[in-house]
Structures are given as structure tokens and as C-alpha cells.
């Protein structure tokens, strides 16, 4: 690196420029190179170019495995946008969903308040325990019940009637046996 910093020596002028140590732009010439020194630079530059080539190697196969990522990157963007999409679709109908189940709590709750209390339907229990409605008949049953009695009632009567005319008719004929009798004795 010292030599990088020192300034190269200044050609003389006078000199001609096809003399031995100095080229043609005045800066010294380099000694020629052997041929090991030619053999182990093609060596180096062997080595450089192998590794070069695995390096570009690896270059695309990391910018193919990069294009198979983006690629599935895509894809899997694209399943997780519909995913999205039918999630909210399901969050919509499921708000669907719970406002109507609200609208008929609602309505459930309505409808409940209207109905009779514990302590009405016990005092409507009392009443009915009291009347005993399953003992109450229906007219079609009193009347059934009804002309059944009259019916007993009038053949009573008819029969009561018919022994009153035979006691009559008795009372008649014993009167005429008896006033016969004594009007002809």
C-alpha cells in the first residue's frame, strides 16, 4: 500500500520514450510475467469464473424460489380475501339472525306480560276448585234430564189419574151398590 501513496517517479524528458523501464505514457514498465504466474492467474480466474457461476446459480435459484413464494403469496391472498369476504357474509347474516331473535324476545316479552300472574291463576284455580265446572250440565243434557222427569212425572200422573177414575169408578159403583140396595131393601 506504500506504493500506492508515493508519487511514481517523473520520466525524464530528454530520454527517449522507447527506453528500457519506462512506457509510453511515462509511468515505469512492469517486469514480464512467468509462466507459473501465468498459471496461477488462469487459476484464479478458473476459481473466480466457478464461483461466479454458483454464485449466478444461486441467484436463480433464490430469484425462482422468490417467484414461487410471490407466486403462492398470491394465491394464498387471494383464498384469505375470499375467506374475508364470505366471513363477513356470515357476520352479516348471523346480525341478521340475532336482530330477529331479538324482535321475537321482544314480542315474546310482550306477549308475556299480558298473560296472567302466578297469583291470578291460583285465585282462578280456587274458583274453579269451588264451582266444579265438570259438574255443571249442558242444556241439551238438562233438557234431556229435564223431559225425562216430566215424562216420569206425567206417567205418574197419568197412572195417579187412572187409579183416581178406577177409585172413582169403584166409589160409583159401590155408591149404586150401596144406595141400590138400600133402595130396593
Do not use: C
Request: glycine residues 4%; hydrophobic residues 35%; without cysteine.
Amino acid at each position: 500500500m506504500a506504493e500506492l501513496t508515493q508519487d511514481p517517479p517523473k520520466p525524464d524528458k530528454s530520454a527517449a520514450p522507447a527506453s528500457k523501464g519506462i512506457n509510453l505514457f511515462g509511468a515505469p514498465k512492469k517486469p514480464a510475467i512467468g509462466s507459473q504466474e501465468i498459471a496461477q492467474i488462469v487459476e484464479d480466474v478458473n476459481n473466480v469464473s466457478t464461483r461466479l457461476k454458483i454464485l449466478e446459480e444461486r441467484y436463480e435459484n433464490l430469484r425462482k424460489k422468490l417467484q414461487v413464494i410471490e407466486q403462492n403469496m398470491l394465491e394464498n391472498n387471494k383464498k384469505v380475501l375470499l375467506e374475508v369476504k364470505t366471513s363477513e357474509e356470515e357476520i352479516k347474516e348471523f346480525n341478521k339472525v340475532m336482530e330477529q331473535m331479538k324482535q321475537d324476545l321482544r314480542l315474546i316479552i310482550r306477549e308475556l306480560k299480558l298473560t296472567a300472574k302466578n297469583d291470578e291463576v291460583q285465585v282462578l284455580k280456587k274458583y274453579i276448585q269451588v264451582w266444579e265446572p265438570l259438574n255443571f250440565v249442558q242444556r241439551k243434557e238438562l233438557d234431556k234430564i229435564l223431559n225425562e222427569l216430566i215424562e216420569d212425572k206425567l206417567e205418574d200422573l197419568s197412572i195417579r189419574l187412572q187409579e183416581q177414575g178406577f177409585i172413582e169408578d169403584m166409589i160409583r159403583t159401590t155408591l149404586k151398590k150401596v144406595l141400590g140396595e138400600k133402595g130396593l131393601g
